[in-house]
């Protein structure tokens, strides 16, 4: 293809892998392409609206691919067109460049202009036009370009200095008719490389030195596509045209030379990329002839054919986990190292129908397949084929006996393989033993040979058949195996095993494993059995019975085959992937059988394609792989070089979708109010398996706990109070390797005006106000109907003083004038004279104190003064005629009470000093009053007999005063205390609330006065 034609379908930029200072897991170079891993996202799928030309990646790990169409940012699931989020949009939709650089930045090349994308900023750089063809960045951190389009003044090589281009032309020594760069890479020693239409350069120190190809010497419509730098110092020239010192040439010390290998003639490739990855394994990319491969002499080939996206290569690049990714006419494709490698057709093997693997005792892995006995040996595959030294063409069962003598069953006929000649072993009569199954060997070196279609059992020692038994009550399942003991065990087809010996057929049955065929048996060291079969792993120890399957914890129950590492853990190779189970692990399951085992797990993602192997389906070579056949190709494990991924993924929230509405994370983001569905969409960037991405996360504010949400990378929440939120997202690469910083996002929720603090305030006080409203209007009608009851009471008081004056007290007037008259009539100096005179005195008192009494009714209330009088008077006249001495206490101011309080109080104490003058023959009686800003306090004491508990608690019969008492004190709400024992007094202990008991003096207006003029108060009068 011409070179103009050519430069329409790529594009020729070398991305060095120092682009990431994070390292990865490289490729093997040791194995073909195919062998690795290969996805491809192609055009027609819908994967880009156009033609992808480019790849980069940035420090943050997203993956930038360049299209005609525009700039799209992948990160491992999704291709997303990128958009400033400020608005501002290139200029340009078609993208010829790409390099992520060490700072963070993202320079962008395009058909006519280059421009820098770091921070949320798009800034295009000045002083340089046309397209730009390759970026780089060299050791200190500087971008050069090379310009590509026809030559002009301007210069075709450009650095980049606060962000203005300074380009170099002929005045710096680079020549005239230098039309424009074609590529442009940087080698190990820090040398920038260009190649242009017809010459190579070499820029150093700010001076150029030129290299012409051989080839170009007649060939000025060819030019130099692609570059790529040896790990010894050559340089990789490819041509994008061929023929005679063309296509691809080598450079090493100034001098040119062929490329070197016998496998691959370079002169006749259209090479349009070269790269050489982290191993200096060499990719080398053409116009229609796929990838070439080439690493210490081996080369090998992927194209179209084998499922590349196109045989067109546009470019090459290798991410920071080790994934080379390459840019096709028609996609992407990208290739990965994986831990179970096929080898197949395309590899060597006769067919890919491989129907059982054996390793022998010098290494060589035998395979039998269709059409062929194929063997590996050091990497490379050999084959002995139909009608070429093989008798027959399905090679069956292979077995190595004690003698390291390989037998071979094919098609109905057993042979040996010995000296690079096979010996058919026939039975007696000359005839053929059958499909071989299965072979084995008991420690007496008799080989047991098991027959398909014959259900028999051959013995064979001395290259003879010995014996031959029937099966006919067993139905075997081509599995065989003999122990230390010489005990034959077989795989039976409806479940379970058989032990033979001495001519006895045992069957062992097995739970859970009707109708599972058993396809592989190991026989351990300690006389254990594990059998691989459809129902997990049946295995047998000292008579009893276990099942290793999904109830312990295994992915799925078929097993196609098994084998024991150099370590004796358990590899199986299942109907879902290969499994690793670790040798301390199965010796707690023996022990604990119903225990979950802890497991490695190798699926479709790790290379591996399940499937099921006629015969021998698993071995262990003498270099310590694993071999695995299922029945169509054969896979590889090396257990002692697994790959991991180290690297933790990059995690990162994309945007938050509010009421689907969108919004990108920067800073603290304010949400509306109200806002009641919000998703956060967030992502890892692993590009080898981002199926096998686990994410977990938590909104700090809401999540009490965190989220294992498997490979879901939304995040949904529902009517999320306001306020202010954090939300954490952790993941883990396909290793399991996390990233525990993660990604975070602050937002805050703008709350509605009733979800504010001071509507809830405002709430509160509202609320407050009703409730005293309420209360004051309660308050209003409680103190009315004391009142009413008050007055109610008063009202009585003075109609009972009126008819204590009117009838009793003027009767007891009337009586006395009687008795005055009758006096007058008695002799002076008569005895009954003095007592009658006396007798009227003692009248005129209790007339006295009647007539008190009823002022008292009229009057209301005694205070806080005459209460204390009152009851000194009374306990003083209680103590006339008696022994008993009394006293009376005050404490503190008096203070008017309450007409309650004050008539209550007396009632009481008056009652208690009458019991104690009466019936506690004291010696002394106190009695003592208290005023005090908390309470009115009255203590009546004496020394005297006391009361017993149960009068206490019920008083005398037909006595009432104590019941009297305590009435009055709940009536007022006051607290009556009395305390008595026999022998040892007793003491009543009576207290008022001051609140109860005292009246309110006037004072300075203010709440309590308010509250009194809007509702009244007892005992006052509105003014």
Same mark, same amino acid.
């Given at each position: 293809?011409?070179?103009?034609?050519?430069?329409?379908? =790529?594009?020729?930029?070398?991305?060095?892998?120092?682009?990431?200072?994070?390292?990865?897991?490289?490729?093997?170079?040791?194995?073909?392409? &195919?062998?690795?891993?290969?996805?491809?996202?192609?055009?027609?799928?819908?994967?880009?609206?156009?033609?992808?030309?480019?790849?980069?990646?940035?420090?943050?790990?997203?993956?930038?691919?360049?299209?005609?169409?525009?700039?799209?940012?992948?990160?491992?699931?999704?291709?997303?067109?990128?958009? $400033?989020?400020?608005?501002?949009?290139?200029?340009?939709?078609?993208?010829?460049?790409?390099?992520?650089?060490?700072?963070? &930045?993202?320079?962008?090349?395009?058909?006519?202009?280059?421009?820098?994308?770091?921070?949320?900023?798009?800034?295009?750089?000045?002083?340089? #036009?046309?397209? %730009?063809?390759?970026?780089?960045?060299?050791?200190?951190?500087?971008?050069?370009?090379? =310009?590509?389009?026809?030559?002009?003044?301007?210069?075709?090589?450009?650095?980049?200095?606060?962000?203005?281009?300074?380009?170099?032309?002929?005045?710096?020594?680079?020549?005239?008719?230098?039309?424009?760069?074609?590529?442009?890479?940087?080698?190990?020693?820090?040398?920038?490389?260009?190649?242009?239409?017809?010459?190579?350069?070499?820029?150093?120190?700010?001076?150029?030195?030129?290299?012409?190809?051989?080839?170009?010497?007649?060939?000025?419509?060819?030019?130099?596509?692609?570059?790529? &730098?040896?790990?010894?110092? @050559?340089?990789?020239? +490819?041509?994008?045209?061929?023929?005679?010192?063309?296509?691809?040439?080598?450079?090493?010390?100034?001098?040119?030379?062929?490329?070197?290998?016998?496998? /691959?003639?370079?002169?006749?490739?259209?090479?349009?990329?070269?790269?050489?990855?982290?191993?200096?394994?060499?990719?080398?990319?053409?116009?229609?002839?796929?990838?070439?491969?080439?690493?210490? +002499?081996?080369?090998?080939?992927?194209?179209?054919?084998?499922? /590349?996206?196109?045989?067109?290569? $546009?470019?090459?690049?290798?991410?920071?986990?080790?994934?080379?990714?390459?840019?096709?006419?028609?996609?992407?494709?990208?290739?990965?190292?994986?831990?179970?490698?096929?080898?197949?057709?395309?590899?060597?093997?006769?067919?890919?129908?491989?129907?059982?693997?054996?390793?022998?005792?010098?290494?060589?892995?035998? *395979?039998?397949?269709?059409?062929? /006995?194929?063997?590996?040996?050091?990497?490379?595959?050999?084959?002995?084929?139909?009608?070429?030294?093989?008798?027959?063409?399905?090679?069956?069962?292979?077995?190595?006996?004690?003698?390291?003598?390989?037998?071979?069953?094919?098609?109905?006929?057993?042979?040996?393989?010995?000296?690079?000649?096979?010996?058919?072993? @026939?039975?007696?009569?000359? #005839?053929?033993?059958?499909?071989? $199954?299965?072979?084995?060997?008991?420690?007496?070196?008799?080989?047991?040979?098991?027959?398909?279609?014959?259900?028999?059992?051959?013995?064979?020692?001395?290259?003879?058949?010995?014996?031959?038994?029937?099966?006919?009550?067993?139905?075997?399942?081509?599995?065989?195996?003999?122990?230390?003991?010489?005990? /034959?065990?077989?795989?039976?087809?409806?479940?379970?095993?058989?032990?033979?010996?001495?001519?006895?057929?045992?069957? %062992?049955?097995?739970?859970?494993?009707?109708?599972?065929?058993?396809?592989?048996?190991?026989?351990?060291?300690?006389?254990?059995?594990?059998?691989?079969?459809?129902?997990?792993?049946?295995?047998?120890?000292?008579?009893?019975?276990?099942?290793?399957?999904?109830?312990?914890?295994?992915?799925?129950?078929? *097993?196609?085959?098994?084998?024991?590492?150099?370590?004796?853990?358990?590899?199986?190779?299942?109907?879902?992937?290969?499994?690793? *189970?670790?040798?301390?692990?199965?010796?707690?399951?023996?022990?604990?059988?119903?225990?979950?085992?802890?497991?490695?797990?190798?699926?479709?993602?790790?290379?591996?394609?399940?499937?099921?192997?006629?015969?021998?389906?698993?071995? !262990?070579?003498?270099?310590?792989?694993?071999?695995?056949?299922?029945?169509?190709?054969?896979?590889?494990?090396?257990?002692?070089?697994?790959?991991?991924?180290?690297?933790?993924?990059?995690?990162?929230?994309?945007? %938050?979708?509010?009421?689907?509405?969108?919004?990108?994370?920067?800073?603290?983001?304010?949400?509306?109010?109200?806002?009641?569905?919000?998703?956060?969409?967030?992502?890892?960037?692993?590009?080898?398996?981002?199926?096998?991405?686990?994410?977990?996360?938590?909104?700090?504010?809401?999540?009490?706990?965190?989220?294992?949400? +498997?490979?879901? !990378?939304?995040?949904?929440?529902?009517?999320? $109070?306001?306020?202010?939120?954090?939300?954490?997202?952790?993941?883990?690469?396909?290793?399991?390797?996390?990233?525990?910083?993660?990604?975070?996002?602050?937002?805050?929720?703008?709350?509605?005006?009733?979800?504010?603090?001071?509507?809830?305030?405002?709430?509160?006080?509202?609320?407050?106000?009703?409730?005293?409203?309420?209360?004051?209007?309660?308050?209003?009608?409680?103190? =009315?109907?004391?009142?009413?009851?008050?007055?109610?009471?008063?009202?009585?008081?003075?109609?009972?003083?009126?008819?204590?004056?009117?009838?009793?007290?003027?009767?007891?007037?009337?009586?006395?004038?009687?008795?005055? @008259?009758?006096?007058?009539?008695?002799?002076?100096?008569?005895?009954?004279?003095?007592?009658?005179?006396?007798?009227?005195?003692?009248?005129?008192?209790?007339?006295?104190?009647?007539?008190?009494?009823?002022?008292?009714? !009229?009057?209301?209330?005694?205070?806080?003064?005459?209460?204390?009088?009152?009851?000194?008077?009374?306990?003083?006249?209680?103590?006339?005629?008696?022994?008993?001495?009394? @006293?009376?206490?005050?404490?503190?101011?008096?203070?008017?009470?309450?007409?309650?309080?004050?008539?209550?109080?007396?009632?009481?104490?008056?009652?208690?000093?009458?019991?104690?003058?009466?019936?506690?023959?004291?010696?002394?009686?106190?009695?003592?009053?208290?005023?005090?800003?908390?309470?009115?306090?009255?203590?009546?004491?004496?020394?005297?007999?006391?009361?017993?508990?149960?009068?206490?608690?019920?008083?005398?019969?037909?006595?009432?005063?104590?019941? +009297?008492?305590?009435?009055?004190?709940?009536?007022?709400?006051?607290?009556?205390?009395?305390?008595?024992?026999?022998?040892?007094?007793?003491?009543?202990?009576?207290?008022?609330?001051?609140?109860?008991?005292?009246?309110?003096?006037?004072?300075?207006?203010?709440?309590?006065?308010?509250?009194?003029?809007?509702?009244?108060?007892?005992?006052?009068?509105?003014?």
């Amino acid at each position: 293809m011409h070179r103009l034609a050519l430069f329409a379908y =790529r594009l020729t930029v070398i991305l060095l892998p120092a682009l990431l200072c994070v390292p990865g897991f490289a490729l093997n170079p040791n194995r073909s392409v &195919s062998q690795y891993s290969h996805t491809a996202w192609r055009m027609q799928e819908g994967f880009f609206t156009g033609r992808a030309t480019v790849v980069a990646q940035t420090t943050d790990g997203y993956l930038w691919f360049g299209t005609h169409n525009g700039l799209l940012r992948f990160d491992g699931v999704r291709f997303m067109p990128w958009t $400033s989020p400020l608005g501002t949009r290139l200029p340009q939709d078609d993208i010829r460049s790409l390099r992520g650089a060490h700072d963070g &930045s993202l320079w962008i090349g395009t058909r006519d202009g280059l421009f820098r994308w770091k921070g949320q900023k798009l800034v295009h750089i000045s002083g340089i #036009s046309g397209p %730009i063809i390759a970026i780089v960045e060299d050791r200190q951190g500087d971008i050069w370009v090379a =310009r590509g389009g026809p030559g002009d003044s301007q210069g075709s090589l450009c650095q980049i200095v606060d962000d203005k281009a300074q380009c170099f032309n002929q005045a710096n020594g680079l020549p005239a008719s230098l039309s424009g760069g074609e590529s442009l890479i940087m080698d190990t020693g820090g040398d920038l490389w260009m190649g242009a239409d017809h010459l190579l350069v070499r820029w150093r120190g700010g001076s150029p030195s030129l290299y012409t190809p051989p080839g170009l010497d007649s060939n000025s419509g060819v030019g130099i596509d692609a570059l790529a &730098s040896s790990p010894d110092g @050559s340089m990789w020239v +490819g041509l994008d045209e061929p023929g005679h010192g063309l296509g691809l040439e080598r450079l090493v010390d100034g001098n040119w030379a062929p490329f070197p290998s016998t496998q /691959l003639d370079g002169s006749k490739l259209q090479v349009t990329d070269l790269f050489s990855d982290r191993d200096g394994a060499l990719w080398i990319g053409t116009a229609d002839q796929g990838i070439y491969h080439y690493y210490n +002499g081996k080369v090998d080939q992927f194209r179209r054919t084998d499922g /590349l996206s196109s045989d067109f290569i $546009s470019t090459f690049f290798q991410d920071q986990e080790g994934t080379m990714w390459v840019v096709t006419a028609q996609g992407v494709d990208s290739f990965h190292d994986i831990n179970v490698t096929t080898w197949s057709a395309r590899e060597g093997l006769t067919a890919d129908n491989v129907a059982s693997v054996v390793a022998s005792h010098d290494g060589t892995v035998w *395979i039998g397949n269709a059409g062929g /006995l194929d063997s590996i040996k050091n990497g490379k595959v050999s084959s002995i084929r139909e009608g070429k030294g093989l008798p027959g063409n399905q090679v069956r069962s292979i077995f190595e006996d004690q003698k390291n003598r390989l037998w071979v069953g094919v098609d109905n006929d057993l042979t040996l393989y010995q000296g690079g000649h096979f010996k058919k072993i @026939s039975r007696p009569d000359g #005839s053929s033993l059958g499909p071989v $199954s299965n072979i084995t060997e008991d420690p007496q070196q008799n080989l047991w040979i098991e027959s398909v279609q014959n259900k028999r059992l051959s013995i064979i020692r001395d290259l003879k058949v010995q014996k031959e038994i029937s099966l006919s009550d067993i139905d075997p399942t081509r599995a065989l195996a003999a122990d230390a003991q010489g005990n /034959l065990w077989l795989g039976v087809r409806e479940g379970g095993l058989a032990r033979f010996q001495n001519g006895h057929a045992e069957k %062992i049955h097995f739970p859970h494993s009707m109708n599972s065929r058993v396809r592989q048996m190991i026989i351990n060291p300690d006389g254990s059995i594990f059998a691989a079969s459809s129902s997990g792993i049946l295995a047998w120890k000292e008579g009893r019975t276990f099942v290793l399957g999904t109830r312990n914890g295994l992915p799925c129950e078929g *097993i196609n085959g098994m084998v024991g590492d150099e370590h004796s853990n358990l590899w199986l190779h299942a109907s879902c992937g290969v499994i690793e *189970i670790d040798q301390s692990e199965l010796q707690q399951w023996w022990k604990h059988p119903a225990n979950t085992v802890q497991f490695k797990f190798f699926d479709m993602l790790d290379g591996t394609q399940p499937g099921n192997a006629f015969y021998e389906p698993a071995a !262990r070579s003498k270099d310590g792989l694993l071999w695995f056949a299922n029945g169509s190709v054969l896979q590889m494990v090396d257990p002692s070089n697994l790959i991991r991924n180290p690297v933790p993924p990059p995690v990162h929230v994309e945007e %938050i979708i509010a009421d689907r509405k969108h919004y990108s994370p920067l800073g603290l983001m304010r949400l509306p109010p109200l806002t009641r569905d919000l998703e956060i969409d967030y992502t890892a960037l692993s590009f080898v398996a981002p199926q096998k991405m686990r994410f977990r996360y938590r909104l700090d504010g809401h999540d009490k706990d965190w989220q294992e949400v +498997g490979t879901r !990378r939304q995040a949904f929440y529902s009517d999320l $109070s306001p306020g202010n939120y954090r939300f954490r997202v952790l993941a883990c690469n396909n290793d399991g390797v996390w990233n525990e910083s993660g990604a975070t996002l602050s937002f805050f929720i703008v709350p509605a005006f009733y979800q504010t603090s001071w509507f809830h305030i405002l709430c509160v006080i509202a609320a407050g106000s009703i409730f005293c409203i309420f209360y004051l209007a309660h308050l209003k009608r409680v103190t =009315r109907r004391l009142q009413e009851q008050l007055a109610a009471r008063l009202e009585e008081r003075e109609r009972i003083a009126r008819e204590l004056h009117d009838t009793l007290l003027q009767g007891f007037q009337g009586l006395m004038l009687r008795f005055q @008259s009758v006096l007058k009539n008695i002799p002076s100096e008569g005895p009954a004279r003095q007592m009658m005179e006396s007798a009227l005195d003692r009248a005129d008192k209790v007339l006295l104190e009647g007539r008190q009494r009823v002022h008292d009714l !009229r009057e209301g209330s005694i205070n806080g003064d005459g209460l204390w009088n009152d009851l000194a008077l009374w306990g003083e006249e209680l103590a006339l005629d008696r022994s008993t001495r009394f @006293s009376a206490t005050i404490i503190g101011t008096p203070q008017p009470l309450t007409p309650a309080a004050s008539n209550e109080v007396y009632q009481i104490g008056r009652e208690a000093l009458t019991n104690a003058f009466r019936h506690a023959f004291a010696d002394r009686i106190e009695i003592e009053i208290t005023y005090d800003h908390l309470k009115v306090r009255l203590i009546i004491r004496d020394d005297g007999k006391g009361m017993d508990n149960e009068i206490l608690k019920r008083g005398r019969s037909g006595h009432w005063g104590l019941s +009297g008492m305590r009435e009055r004190a709940q009536k007022i709400g006051a607290q009556l205390n009395i305390w008595s024992h026999g022998g040892a007094g007793t003491e009543i202990d009576l207290s008022i609330p001051a609140k109860l008991a005292y009246q309110r003096p006037r004072k300075k207006f203010g709440w309590h006065e308010f509250k009194q003029r809007i509702m009244g108060h007892p005992g006052q009068e509105s003014s």
